[in-house]
């Protein structure tokens, strides 16, 4: 029993291996089929997408060949084009050698004919000087001579006759000039001189100026830099300082304070700093105004500031910043009427006076002044050429510098403009000169420039190099202690000597 059933169990166990061996077979062969399908199926999809992509590229190298031949056909007809036009050039070329040939034979028969008629002029010329024994200058100097003794009387009067016909036409055509730009361009001068006096309502008010111990007007001086004057002159307060600037806003500040009524440091310091601000403005505004009367737009602001402060500064009771504005639509008429250059003129014309704005914060003449202020801004040589000489200190250097000279003067000159009487005017001259003469050694002495300078004339004999400086200095000190005047005075001490001999 043990026996069959251990037969059994290996027989069973044989069976049972066999037939998993065939259901794995089975199975294998399944999956192998299914396998082969998928390959299969991915194959046939890789075929027709490699199909396509061969059907696309052989699109486009299609594409790509036809431009490639309409690309080759441009070039070939682009070459022969070319080649078209080299040959025309070569053409050219050689016709234009074929004339510049013909040109240069031309040129030296030209030449040649040129040569032989000089040779027969030069030998027709030498025979004459044969037959007539003179020369050339010799033959023209003696026909001369005897035409200008035969109507010496006739050439004499014919010259003078056309002389005084074209000084005539020339002074009147120069006068039409003058006439019609002064008519043109004159402004209406007023005699806006920069007072000094405030008035006040009552002499009580003087003393709360003045203030407990001298405190309020120190204050008021230390502030405005000026002095403030309290006498004996009623209702009247005077303001004296060199600066017309700071003496407008002591003025302005003064009138504020009084008008208030409380007077004391605190609130003078306030009004003061007010009335600076105010006049800064005034300045700026007026400086402006007068560049866009004139017509000038490209100022530096600090010109204009420069520009404005001459609202504030007179000369001989002409205010100076009307006064540009005149000298510069002047200066602008005359140099269109002469053929100058018109923005030139204008310029320099405006800024002529410039340096009166800082003259008396900075040493020397206010034309000095100005030229350095100018260079400093980049103004331009040429305008800065055009101001210098508006007071001869410089020569002229163009004819813009002459016309700024001729508007300076008509404007301070006509009638009106400006409040010193000729009078007064001739004796501040007599009194430089007499200054100037009354020191040993001065032979002569001439006030020049509207009495802006003084030329002393030394004895040559008396006087040396050392002390002629010394002499200068002198009459300097002397006029600055007795004369009263605006600006400064130049003085210009001349030492010459002249040495005459005559050849025998």
Known sequence: MDIYTLVLGVVSLAIGGALGYYIRLVLAKKKEVKVDAKVKQKLEKAGKKAKKEIENAKREAEKIKSRAKKEQRKVLKAQKELSEKNKELEREEKTLQRKKNEVNQKTQKVRDLKEKLEGQEERVKQKLEEVSNLSEEAATEELLEKVEKNHKQEIMQRMKKLEKEGEKRYERRANEILASTIQKYALSQVQDITTSTVSIPSDDIKGRIIGKEGRNIRRLEKLTGVEVVVDETPETVIVSGFDPVRRQIAKNALQELIKDGRIQPARI???????????????????????????????????????????????????????SIEVAHLAAGLAAEVGGDKEVAK?????????????????????????????????????????????????????????????????????????????KYLKRLEELENIATSFRGIKKAYAIQAGREIRAFVEPEKIDNLAQSKIAKEIAKKIEKELNYPGEIKVTVIRENRITDYAR
């Not at 400086?287 to 602001?301: E, F, S, T």
């Not at 340096?355 to 100018?374: F, N, S, Y």
């Open 269 to 323: 310091e306030k009004e003061v700093k007010k009335a600076e601000e105010k006049i800064s403005a005034k300045i700026k505004k007026a400086g402006k105004q007068a560049a866009y009367k004139v017509g000038i737009v490209d100022l530096p602001d600090k010109i204009i500031q420069l520009l404005g402060r001459l609202k504030f500064r007179t000369s001989y009771g002409q205010n100076v910043l009307l006064h």
């Open 347 to 423: 310029k320099a014309g405006l800024l002529h006076d410039i340096g009166k704005a800082v003259d008396h914060e900075i040493e020397g003449g206010h034309v000095d002044i100005g030229m350095k202020i100018l260079n400093k801004f980049e103004m331009g040589q040429e305008v800065i050429n055009a101001m210098k000489s508006h007071h001869e200190d410089y020569e002229a250097e163009s004819l813009e510098a002459v016309l700024v000279q001729v508007a300076d003067q008509i404007s301070g000159a006509r009638p009106g403009a400006r409040k010193d009487t000729l009078d």
